[in-house]
Structures are given as structure tokens and as C-alpha cells.
């Protein structure tokens, strides 16, 4: 059975405090790695697209990358705005938009 | 350029009652899927539509239905609700639903009493 598991469930950090956030997969096919970013009583929103082990992507803060087993979310000196939950998914079926997601990592800067 | 958006925002049924959520994508995205996240068990893939077609369905009962009219505008429809139905149901479009991301809409929260 397909199956996304991300770790931490949770993590509080301080402010500038660098950390990385986990996703492993078991798929019978990878179609594509996606790290979504969802804020309280929204939908959400894109962060990446992986599709390669090796792979890496970067934005602000923020860089994936992904090996045959495994994703990091790697967030360098987070601020009080990258609080949110992180969510890992897959894609097992070309060319389809079903995706596979993991439980996400709930994700807390204090200031 | 307007977002993916999605009505009601919020919805209260009872239990045996059915409904129905409007999603309206992206122009010019022709691919809508659904999912359903719940504290319990996350986000869990619904259907998929395309050209107003269903081109993949996930693992829920056949209470579960839905439709994609020809202006890719799609609606979900859930008969006899159940307690455990509540949930946020989320809307996602796309171009074509190959290679692309998927944009989601903010969810309509379905509370079954």
C-alpha cells in the first residue's frame, strides 16, 4: 500500500533556530514529490515539485531535497511567519491528480 | 488572476441530509479534483475530473459523487449524511493534471450534527 509518513507530528522552534522536517514514502511508483505549506482555515498553497533523487529546490528559507526513500524540508533561520503545517505528498499515477499525503508536520516559531 | 474558489465557505447539515459544494477553478485549468481532510486522517483523495469526465476516483463510499460542467466549474454532492462526513472538503485545479501543481481552494467546512 502506498504510504507517506512525515516527521515530527510537531515542532516548536525558536526564532533563527534551523531544523528539518522529514517526509518518507513507500509508493510502487513515484510520480512527483510535493511539499505544500497550509496555514489555519486555508486551503494549501504550493512550495515545491521533486521528481528525482538528487534533487533539490530552494526558496528563501526554505530548501527540499530527495533521495529514493525519503524528502527534508530544510528551513534555515525561520521567522515567526513560516509557522504553519507542512505537508508531504505523492504522486504514484501519471498524468493524474491524485495525490497521497502524509499527516503533515505542525510547525511553531516563537519569537 | 482569481484563485481557485470554492461555496460555502461553511455548512451545518444533520445527519440523513444531503449537499452539495460548488468549486470554480482557475481559468483555464480544465482538471478539478477533491479531497477530503479531516484531523483524523489527513487529506485523502476524493475523485478527479477532467473535460468533465472522472478520471480517477479514491476510496469512498457511493454516497460520495460528483460532476465538472463544460466550463470546468465543479460541484460535489455527499447524499445521507453521516457524523463521521464532517470534515474540510478542499478543491484543487490544474492545466491538465500531468506534470503540473495543484492549486487548492480555502475549503468548505461541512459540520454534521
Known amino acids: 500500500e502506498d504510504q507517506v509518513t512525515q516527521s515530527p507530528e510537531a515542532l516548536r522552534l525558536q526564532e533563527g533556530e534551523s531544523s528539518s522536517l522529514n517526509c518518507s514514502y513507500t509508493v510502487s511508483g513515484l510520480r512527483g514529490l510535493f511539499w505544500y505549506r497550509q496555514d489555519p482555515g486555508k486551503g494549501p498553497e504550493f512550495l515545491f515539485t521533486?521528481?528525482?533523487a538528487g534533487e533539490e529546490k530552494e526558496k528563501e528559507r526554505l530548501k527540499a531535497t530527495l533521495t529514493k526513500k525519503e524528502s527534508f524540508l530544510h528551513i534555515t533561520a525561520p521567522k515567526p511567519e513560516d509557522s504553519a503545517t507542512y505537508l508531504c505528498a505523492v504522486r504514484i499515477i501519471q498524468g493524474a491528480q491524485k495525490l497521497v499525503f502524509g499527516q503533515g508536520t505542525r510547525l511553531t516559531i516563537n519569537p | 488572476k482569481a484563485g481557485v474558489t470554492q461555496t460555502p465557505r461553511y455548512l451545518i447539515k444533520t445527519r440523513g441530509q444531503q449537499v452539495t459544494l460548488s468549486c470554480s477553478p482557475i481559468s483555464g485549468h480544465r482538471s478539478v479534483s477533491w479531497y477530503q481532510q479531516t484531523p483524523g486522517q489527513g487529506l485523502q483523495f476524493l475523485f478527479e475530473?477532467?473535460?468533465?469526465?472522472?478520471?480517477n476516483k479514491g476510496n469512498f463510499p457511493g454516497r460520495f459523487s460528483g460532476r465538472q460542467f463544460s466550463n470546468s466549474r465543479s460541484e460535489m454532492n455527499v447524499s445521507t449524511l453521516e457524523l463521521g462526513d464532517s470534515a474540510l472538503y478542499l478543491c484543487?485545479?490544474?492545466?491538465?493534471?500531468?506534470?503540473?501543481?495543484?492549486?487548492f481552494g480555502s475549503g468548505t467546512q461541512l459540520s454534521v450534527l
Open positions: 521533486l521528481y528525482s
Open positions: 475530473y477532467f473535460s468533465e469526465t472522472q478520471r
Open positions: 484543487a485545479s490544474s492545466l491538465e493534471g500531468g506534470r503540473e501543481k495543484l492549486f
